[in-house]
């Protein structure tokens, strides 16, 4: 693969000069949904699937990019000193993005570069293929220009690229997993303070299986930033009463206790989700440490059912695909994954049951829904990275 992205780099860009190769993984979130933002934690792990960056620097201050991934578009090309938000090609927004905050922060990149970009996350279905690609072009421009930035930082400064550039007010889940990611290990984070630990996914006879709907998450950013909107609403009726900087703070008893204080209805559906899910997410890591994952699966299970209920954000499909999971025998947990509308799935499955799990759970999503799902045995890679070459 990588031979092959080299010989498509030359095709495009012609030159003597050796080239160097990254990788951005993807994301895949097990537990903790919409806590991010709220102060909560969230239980993600890194895919062995992401974002491939082949680059070489250049002399000039010219940037130009080449996505695989949409072919029909031609090369971007554009100065450094002039990065400007692009509507025609949407997914150059994303790396862009990210050197306009790194130069905002007054880092120096002493030349532009040419880069080939492919990715093999399936874009919009909630895998972080944009996350992704912001970090390939962290990781990129860290080492081109010996930044020396520690990948917390680039965690950071791609995160602020999402929120200000592109105009999406996310979490720091999704740029936090695929900068921090470890092999076979899934990361729970604490978004307010970013403590974090490690916790290794002993599944025993069951693996990962992602799901996903096919059904692109149109309305997803606007309705992801009004969820934002209205926990931000809630958390101010509660700070009537409570000295509290957001909602992962509180236990389900204290919300319990001061819930009258949030008068819209809506507003307290949605802080009520966020409050258990995160506790909900804690109990599960626990009980996954304690080798209990039929525990583990009972809470995904929940959550599934909270994102459904009181924060409204899955859909005809998720749904579907979901309760077809759940009807299923060998399956231990399923849920929808990431922002929702849309996207995918995850659940876990005992390994003798994955060949009639993806069977049985298309025919009766596609009856319902008339989309034709896709299915993944997840592998959990590592972070992002230089890819070492071989000479
Ligand atoms: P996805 O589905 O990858 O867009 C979004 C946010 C996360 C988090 C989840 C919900 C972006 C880029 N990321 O993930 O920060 O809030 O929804 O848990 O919008
Ligand atoms: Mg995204």
Request: a negative charge.
């Amino acid at each position: 693969m990588i031979d092959q992205l080299k010989i498509d780099f030359m095709k495009i860009f012609p030159g003597e000069e050796e080239v160097r190769v990254f990788f951005a993984p993807g994301r895949v979130n097990l537990i903790g949904e919409h806590t991010d933002y709220n102060g909560g934690y969230v239980f993600p792990c890194a895919l062995s699937i992401g974002t491939y960056a082949v680059v070489r620097k250049r002399q000039d201050q010219l940037v130009r990019m080449y996505s695989l991934n949409f072919k029909d578009v031609e090369i971007v090309q554009f100065s450094l000193d002039s990065l400007l938000y692009e509507k025609s090609h949407d997914w150059a927004n994303y790396p862009k993005g990210v050197m306009d905050v790194l130069i905002k922060k007054g880092h120096h990149l002493s030349t532009g570069f040419d880069v080939l970009f492919y990715g093999n996350i399936p874009n919009g279905a909630g895998l972080s293929s944009s996350a992704s690609i912001e970090l390939a072009t962290a990781v990129v421009i860290n080492e081109l220009f010996h930044l020396n930035l520690e990948m917390v930082e680039l965690v950071k400064i791609s995160q602020q690229a999402e929120n200000e550039f592109i105009g999406v007010s996310c979490g720091i889940m999704d740029q936090f997993a695929i900068g921090m990611g470890k092999e076979d290990h899934a990361v729970l984070l604490n978004c307010q303070t970013l403590d974090f630990t490690y916790s290794p996914l002993k599944l025993q006879d069951a693996s990962l299986i992602i799901s996903n709907t096919n059904k692109r998450r149109g309305l997803a950013d606007s309705k992801y930033n009004e969820r934002r909107y209205e926990c931000d609403m809630a958390l101010r009726d509660l700070q009537k009463e409570l000295s509290i900087s957001s909602l992962g703070e509180l236990t389900k008893e204290q919300f319990e206790a001061h819930k009258h204080l949030i008068k819209n209805e809506l507003h307290q559906k949605r802080a009520k989700h966020a409050v258990y899910e995160n506790e909900r997410t804690k109990e599960a890591v626990v009980k996954l440490q304690a080798g209990d994952i039929a525990g583990f699966g009972r809470l995904m299970n929940e959550s599934h059912r909270s994102l459904r209920d009181d924060y409204e954000v899955t859909g005809t499909e998720l749904d579907a695909l979901v309760e077809a999971a759940w009807n299923q025998e060998g399956v231990i947990g399923s849920r929808m994954t990431g922002a929702g509308f849309g996207g995918c799935t995850i659940s876990i499955v005992k390994d003798a049951y994955i060949e009639t799990f993806i069977q049985e759970v298309k025919d009766s999503y596609t009856k319902t829904t008339g989309l034709i799902p896709d299915f993944y045995v997840v592998q959990v890679g590592s972070g992002a990275r230089e890819l070492q070459l071989e000479a």
